[in-house]
């Protein structure tokens, strides 16, 4: 795998964001994408440790999603917040972090993440549909950390 800085170009990095944005048309959960290089701790901690460093439990249905990867050591973590954990069954993101693992071994990261927020979006809408006084509560960019 390529290492965080190149793990998706300045273009791709604009085709997800958009991808976000047209996903959270369908619905009125707020999906984000954060990519390290490496971790020391266990994916699902450290994604939740970013979850809460990010703001995400911030928002009005506590209803936001963290796609979450770490390049170097090739790890995926999908985790949702409160709201959604509430409402959604056991094992609700296994496909999705297999669906983002097989693109990223072929080499296609920014298509898995589009895929994956694609698929993210329509699983939440029947959960979370959109609200007529929706609002953009959390970035759509793709953020990165130094690790």
Sequence with gaps: MPSVADFLTDGERRVVADAISQA????SGEIRIHIDEHIEEDVLDHAAYLFQELGMQHTRERNGILIYVCVADRLV???????????????????????LKSHFVAGRPAEGLCEVVRMVGERLSAFFPPRTDDRNELSNEVTFGSR
């Design 24 to 27: 959270e048309k369908v619905t």
């Design 77 to 99: 973590a999908v985790i949702g917040d409160k709201g959604i954990n509430e409402r959604v069954p056991e094992g609700f993101w296994n496909g999705t972090v297999e669906v």
